[in-house]
């Protein structure tokens, strides 16, 4: 076991023994939290990093005293640094990941998603899915959990359907031309993001190849309502809370949203590379 895990593994033991002493069952507990019930058997069994406001809230839930509370969110809060290592958070496993990322976005209102390497995970079908976490558990030699990984992932997806929260998604035209996928689920993934278009909640944008760039298309980054943005590099997920920060992610966000096709034109351009990948299918 490696020295992160083994530090979350024993935060995974305290918190338990929190539980165990307030005499709540794991089930009980979640029903206090409004959490999934199998949320705390993954935080009390390692599989997944307690967040600040879920020590805080697991606290006051069994009554802890206020600085065995404070010594938990300290441990949480290196844990959290410390997961920021890609190659960290993968040795996690992949399936532990993406429920780290689905907790996240439970509590996130407004996403603001620039991505200019793949299609944004939240829009992914199940086998353009399978080809990504397959090259990242060979590039980052993460445990062999690309089924599970994908259920967790199609899971997440459901929360474009929540009507209480705002997606603003933009991507370049590259995107839907890269070929992470074999030409058929690059097909059926073009019709998902057709579909997407339609809904109410969802801003979907293409950067046309014709449209003037802003800036160099760098890095994709994910801002959470306006409380922090995640900026994924090969090595390291960047997790950036200072308010200057953010607030450039913003302005940089808003400059691409700014010359992205949205509705009938973002269609028009996703029609326009399904056409190619015919002819070429043809070919």
Do not use: C
Not at 23 to 34: N, P
Not at 117 to 134: C, H, N, P
Not at 171 to 179: D, F, G, K, N, S
């Amino acid at each position: 076991m490696s020295g992160f895990q083994q530090v979350r593994a024993d935060l995974g033991v305290q918190l338990k023994q929190l539980r165990e002493a307030a005499h709540l069952s794991g089930k009980e507990l979640a029903e206090r939290l409004r959490w999934q019930a199998s949320k705390v058997s993954r935080i009390e069994n390692a599989r997944q990093t307690a967040t600040e406001d879920d020590i805080t809230q697991w606290g006051q839930a069994v009554q802890a005293a206020p600085e065995i509370v404070e010594e938990l969110i300290e441990q949480a809060s290196s844990l959290l640094e410390r997961q920021d290592s890609w190659r960290q958070r993968h040795r996690s496993g992949l399936a532990a990941l993406q429920e780290d990322i689905r907790d996240l976005e439970m509590r996130t209102a407004l996403f603001r998603v620039f991505e200019p390497g793949v299609v944004i995970g939240l829009l992914q079908t199940t086998e353009y899915a399978r080809s990504i976490f397959t090259r990242i558990k060979r590039l980052y030699n993460a445990p062999d959990e690309i089924d599970a990984a994908i259920r967790v992932r199609m899971q997440r997806q459901e929360i474009l359907y929540d009507q209480t929260k705002k997606f603003r998604f933009v991507l370049p035209e590259a995107v839907l031309r890269y070929r992470l996928a074999p030409l058929d689920v690059m097909r059926g993934q073009l019709d998902r993001l057709l579909a997407v278009t339609a809904l109410p909640n969802v801003e979907f944008g293409v950067v046309p190849f014709e449209a003037p760039l802003p800036s160099a298309l760098l890095n994709g980054f994910w801002i959470y309502d306006s409380d922090q943005v995640a900026v994924p590099t090969r090595t390291r997920d960047l997790i950036l809370r200072d308010p200057d920060d953010v607030a450039f992610y913003e302005r940089a966000f808003e400059e691409f949203y700014e010359i992205a096709a949205f509705r009938e034109a973002a269609r028009a351009v996703i029609v326009r590379v399904l056409e190619d990948f015919e002819r070429q299918s043809a070919d």
